[in-house]
């Protein structure tokens, strides 16, 4: 069961980092675009190599499905052999999926993803805003094969608030999406007593971790953008429960274009990039005690 795997790992390393690889072009160094010709084969050399070197420091890394498909027909190609090596070097995988926006999308992607295996990864990221017809065609899969599904409940973007801390009745609208993931998932518990249905939250909106904490015990978060502006350590901290587990943090042009932030050329790019999820560990460990 994946979700169990992921607490393994967490524990092996004591660290609950997860590495997101969707990045902007002028985060590839330059060398690596003169050397690899195109932006597609430099992007795939440039996440397979980071993997390699991360693999002994971070729990998983994210990919996105949409990232490649949009780097035209060879796209879903490299994604493919990007998934299948980061499954070799032990990751826990993740995988943004596709667009959905029907029930009919709902089926398409959890029998390409997760039936088929096309994209071998152990979870799927999806957004559960069309409501439940968007969640229902993956719990089978959840329950059978041992995958997880991870929804957008509070996302990290700057204008999320706009519609996901509205009010709707007496509880905001992410509560209400959470409510909703938590109804279809507290059946589907793990070794680990998590749910393979999970939660994916904003560092930069402390208050709604510790509702949704609180609120729901049993459910795996993961609390995304700790690179952004507003996020920090200390407000990951409040998706973990007193063991250190229940929750994983995300990252991403803080590791992967670290180089950048050190006003470097970018040859020596794999090495910051340690250094900087070093970093990350640290801090979340400064208050996440993980047993």
Known sequence: MSIDLLHDRIRKLKNPSFIDFGIQKDMIPQHLMQEEGDFLNAYTRFCGELMDALKDTVAGVRLSFDAFALLGPDGLTKLQTLLSRAKELGYYVLLDGPQILSPWSADRAADSIFGDSLYPC???LISSFIGSDGLKPFLKHCKEDGKDLFTVVRSANK????IQDLLT?????????????????????????????????SAGSPESIRILRSKHD?????????????GNAKNCSYAFDRFGYGAAVCAGPSVTAAWKDAESDGTNYIEQAVQSAERM???LCRYVTIL
């Open 159 to 162: 204008s999320a608030s706009e």
């Open 122 to 124: 152990d979870g799927l």
């Open 218 to 230: 049993r459910m795996f978060l993961l609390v995304d953008g700790l690179d952004y502006p507003s």
């Open 281 to 283: 560990k640290r801090k």
């Open 169 to 201: 009745g007496s509880r905001h609208v992410y509560s209400a999406v959470a409510e909703m993931v938590n109804r279809f998932g507290e059946s589907i518990l793990g070794k680990c007593s998590y749910s393979r249905l999970c939660g994916v939250v």
